[in-house]
């Protein structure tokens, strides 16, 4: 392919494999360059709820979540992300799933299909266009207030990931901490102890170098001339 540069890249449309979404159901297509700030403000504008008020904790089952006041503010989004793109897609996710509790999550993966023309770099030399076909995975992220099909493959239900998080935190918390520092590969304390053992080390070595030990010779030499 030296002789070729990639002229543009096509991709071809892919079909949501969420049916039956409302209308206005927002879907935030993440690319290489999107800034995810830019991102997020966007979903959260259509998403984000009013600060709850102590009276009222938020509660995620079988019950009504209010929205505010805003009349744009939806009950689900889509994320969606292809090839590189997958990641950061995922991180506005985990994100989204954090400003704005009870979230029911499903997610679908696929391939879309990507096609590059390629065109020679000298058009006079004879040579013709090439069309490259690719298929790059894809993911599909829904977000949901309201409750999801359990039986779905795919799907996570609100708040499983704090739970993850809080028995990973309650494990390191039981165990002692001298096996936390050698699990991360051993910190201060050991450096010292080699630092310490370095420097014992060094100690005979300089002994051995004493101006008595030089002497001696010396005074042999006198004693022969004796």
């Not at 309650?170 to 050698?182: C, D, L, N, S």
Request: positive net charge; glycine residues 12%.
């Amino acid at each position: 392919m030296e002789n070729y540069r990639k002229a543009r890249t096509i991709d071809q449309p892919c079909p949501c494999p969420f049916p039956d979404l409302p209308s206005n159901t927002p879907e935030v297509r993440v690319k290489d360059g999107s800034k995810v700030r830019n991102l997020m403000r966007f979903a959260l504008s259509r998403m984000e709820e009013k600060a709850p008020s102590t009276d009222h904790p938020d509660t995620c089952e079988g019950s009504e979540v209010s929205i505010g006041s805003g009349e744009n503010l939806c009950r689900q989004i889509v994320f969606t992300g292809v090839g590189q793109s997958v990641a950061k897609a995922i991180t506005c996710v985990e994100i989204m799933k954090r400003r704005v509790r009870c979230l029911h999550q499903h997610t679908k993966l696929a391939y879309r299909t990507v096609q590059e023309v390629w065109e020679p770099l000298e058009p006079e030399a004879g040579l013709d266009s090439l069309t490259v076909s690719r298929n790059v995975p894809s993911v599909w992220v829904l977000l949901s207030r309201d409750p999801l099909d359990r039986n779905q493959p795919g799907y996570q239900a609100p708040g499983s990931f704090d739970a993850f998080w809080a028995q990973a935190l309650k494990e390191e918390a039981a165990t002692p901490r001298h096996e936390q520092k050698r699990k991360r590969g051993g910190t201060g304390a050991g450096r010292a102890e080699g630092a310490g053992g370095a420097g014992r080390g060094k100690g005979p070595r300089k002994h051995s170098g004493r101006p008595g030990g030089s002497r001696k010779p010396l005074g042999h030499a006198g004693g022969g001339q004796e």
